[in-house]
């Protein structure tokens, strides 16, 4: 009789023996998975964290302006190098050049527009470079003076300033030349196309700012980041472990 009420229970307690190893087992599955989940967010929130700082430490690295004003004078360039081509073109058309000789005439445009700014901008080269601004303080030069000595003592004394000064009026009589061409082209040649005035504007006004824009930004953030290379400790890595 016992016998048979012990072979009777035997099977019922494996089963549930059986029920209790597959509940263990499957919340030990749930465990880890839950476990994956929280090491997975855990990490993502740390890899973004990391990911922002680099963004942060890249948007306010002292050189990012720099880049960014190197970009917009190389684009300006380009366009005001376009611009000269097209007027070295329209140029060799009136003289009866064209044809294969247009590459020619845009490369003569091309030097035109190229002289004519680096001429422009010479009296101006001591608000672009420190050494330039420390000889023209060393030579005694007046970068702002107009006065014209007759006197021949006081001209040999001033004779730089004098120079600086010419300099400065012929630069002007550039600015009339070239802004005569460049207008005299999107006037008869382009027939003041929206897209030839804008291009005009560019090439007559933006590449000189923005070369003294390039010059401010890496001189004064240049020697910040230069400063910060210097004197920054080293960081800390981020333990994705």
């Known amino acids: 009789m016992k016998s048979r009420q012990q072979k009777s229970g035997e099977p019922k307690k494996n089963i549930a023996v059986s029920i209790q190893k597959i509940v263990a087992k499957v919340f030990g599955f749930l465990r880890e998975v839950l476990k994956l989940i929280w090491l997975i967010a855990e990490n993502s929130m740390r890899l973004i964290t990391f990911a922002f700082s680099l963004i942060v430490k890249l948007l306010a690295n002292p050189t990012a302006p720099c880049i960014v004003a190197i970009i917009a004078f190389v684009a300006v360039c380009a366009v005001a190098t376009a611009q000269w081509a097209a007027i070295g073109i329209w140029l060799g058309k009136l003289f009866g050049i064209s044809g294969l000789w247009?590459?020619?005439?845009?490369?003569?445009?091309?030097?035109?527009?190229?002289?004519?700014?680096?001429?422009?901008?010479?009296?101006?080269?001591?608000?672009?470079?420190?050494?330039?601004?420390?000889?023209?303080?060393?030579?005694?030069?007046?970068?702002?003076?107009?006065?014209?000595?007759?006197?021949?003592?006081?001209?040999?004394?001033?004779?730089?300033?004098?120079?600086?000064?010419?300099?400065?009026?012929?630069?002007?009589?550039?600015?009339?030349?070239?802004?005569?061409?460049?207008?005299?082209?999107?006037?008869?040649?382009?027939?003041?196309?929206?897209?030839?005035?804008?291009?005009?504007?560019?090439?007559?006004?933006?590449?000189?700012?923005?070369?003294?824009?390039?010059?401010?930004?890496?001189?004064?953030?240049?020697?910040?980041?230069?400063k910060m290379g210097d004197s920054e400790p080293e960081t800390d890595h981020v333990n994705f472990t």
């Open 102 to 226: 247009n590459i020619g005439t845009a490369t003569c445009g091309i030097l035109l527009g190229l002289g004519i700014n680096i001429y422009q901008l010479s009296p101006e080269l001591w608000k672009i470079r420190q050494d330039i601004s420390r000889a023209y303080l060393a030579l005694g030069i007046d970068v702002e003076s107009s006065e014209r000595f007759d006197n021949p003592e006081e001209r040999l004394e001033n004779w730089l300033t004098l120079d600086h000064g010419m300099l400065k009026s012929t630069r002007l009589i550039s600015y009339a030349i070239e802004t005569a061409l460049v207008l005299c082209y999107a006037f008869l040649a382009t027939g003041l196309n929206f897209y030839a005035l804008i291009m005009a504007a560019i090439s007559l006004l933006l590449p000189e700012k923005c070369l003294l824009l390039v010059s401010s930004t890496i001189s004064v953030l240049g020697q910040v980041s230069d």
